[in-house]
């Protein structure tokens, strides 16, 4: 059984800045092949595509996070990142991280919250 946790999230300023990591164990043992995700839900809201990674790491990106989000990953950690720039009222939600190869795995989600 695969199995992520992601950390990370918090409360941050309008146009602050955060970094979410997500961590990959258990029956995930080729990280790498694996095409690694975030998505968020924002409260009555359905979840919505953030940013996905490809195992030769080619990226995608929501518009509305272009240019201020950017994913990554350590395949040596079998990690993920999500580097968060340019934080909005409109980004808060709770971010989950996925893991698809054949199989879709999910993460519990990290609250990130935007408020002066």
């Known amino acids: 059984q695969v199995q992520l946790v992601e950390s990370g999230g918090g409360l941050v300023q309008p146009g602050g800045s955060l970094r979410l990591s997500c961590a990959a164990s258990?029956?995930?043992?080729?990280?790498?092949?694996?095409?690694m995700g975030w998505y968020r839900q924002a409260p009555g809201k359905q979840r919505e595509l953030v940013a996905t990674?490809?195992?030769?790491?080619?990226?995608n990106y929501a518009d509305s996070v272009k240019g201020r989000f950017t994913i990554s990953r350590d395949n040596a950690k079998n990690t993920v990142y999500l580097q968060m720039n340019s934080l909005t009222p409109e980004d808060p939600a709770v971010y989950s991280c996925?893991?698809?190869?054949?199989?879709?795995?999910w993460g519990q989600g990290t609250q990130v919250t935007v408020s002066s």
């Open positions: 258990g029956g995930i043992f080729s990280f790498s092949i694996y095409t």
């Open positions: 990674i490809t195992s030769v790491s080619s990226t």
């Open positions: 996925n893991a698809r190869f054949r199989q879709s795995y």
